[in-house]
């Protein structure tokens, strides 16, 4: 398959979106002068992953996740505090972390030289992505960049690909590949869509879900190996 427009998923994929939350996170609780800033974090992490878990499978709403996540780590501790207010301020110091795994900058660049058309598709609030990627060295390399903030939609939703194609110019299906880590929100909203996938999983994990990757590769150079034959 000639593919053209590559759509690439962001966090897990091309941002180091750990590395940013350790940072983002220490810093909110260092402010808040918490006793322990690695419990909280140990307890919020598998939490919040959690929480994104039930918004792709739309058992919660975005401002569900976004306003109790921080009231609910802190109750866990016995403390009462405005989850909004503590979201916003973590939102901040998330905006600003622009770490990006090794080879993503080179990987993107080579792709771009090889005349292929590069998308960004992520879930996530707006001003936080669009902040991490001013801040990192893949900023300026994607064609276009959809964010599902953006809009009422998001992975695995087909409408949320309906929105890439509809903004594209000349967007073929056939000849687009949807890649990304996630098999909940990037391979099945490529499944939805009738897009082929290529689910990067350098944890070399095993699918237990419904959805079904074109290919599954473990790293960039088997990313770019895929693309090149």
């Known amino acids: 398959m000639s593919y053209k427009f590559l759509l690439f998923d962001l966090d897990h994929t091309l941002l180091d979106f750990d590395a940013a939350e350790d940072v983002a996170l220490t810093e909110l609780l260092l402010e808040a002068r918490v006793s322990d800033v690695q419990d ?23 401002d569900e996740l976004i306003n109790t996540r921080f009231s609910r780590l802190f109750a866990h501790f016995g403390h009462d505090v405005d989850g909004k207010a503590f979201a916003l301020r973590y939102q901040e110091f998330l905006s600003q972390q622009g770490q990006t795994f090794s080879g993503a900058r080179e990987l993107l660049t080579d792709l ?12 996530g609030v707006q001003f936080i992505q669009e902040g991490r990627l001013l801040a990192s060295d893949i900023d300026g ?5 959809f964010i599902s ?42 499944n939805n869509a009738g897009i082929d996938t290529a689910w ?3 944890d070399k994990k095993e699918n237990s879900s419904s959805a079904i990757p074109t290919y599954t590769v473990k790293d960039y150079e088997e990313l770019q190996y895929l693309l090149d034959n």
């Open 141 to 145: 390399l994607f064609e276009q960049v």
């Open 112 to 123: 771009n030289g090889e005349g292929y058309r590069l998308l960004a598709a992520t879930n």
């Open 200 to 202: 990067y999983n350098p």
């Open 40 to 62: 909280y974090k140990d307890f919020y992490i598998p939490m919040n992953k959690a929480l994104w878990d039930d918004l792709t499978l739309k058992k919660i709403t975005k």
């Open 149 to 190: 903030g953006a809009t009422g939609f998001q992975k695995p939703d087909k409408a949320f690909f309906d929105w890439i194609a509809s903004d594209v110019d000349s967007f073929n299906h056939s000849r687009a590949l949807m890649i990304g880590d996630s098999l909940l929100a990037d391979i099945q909203g490529g």
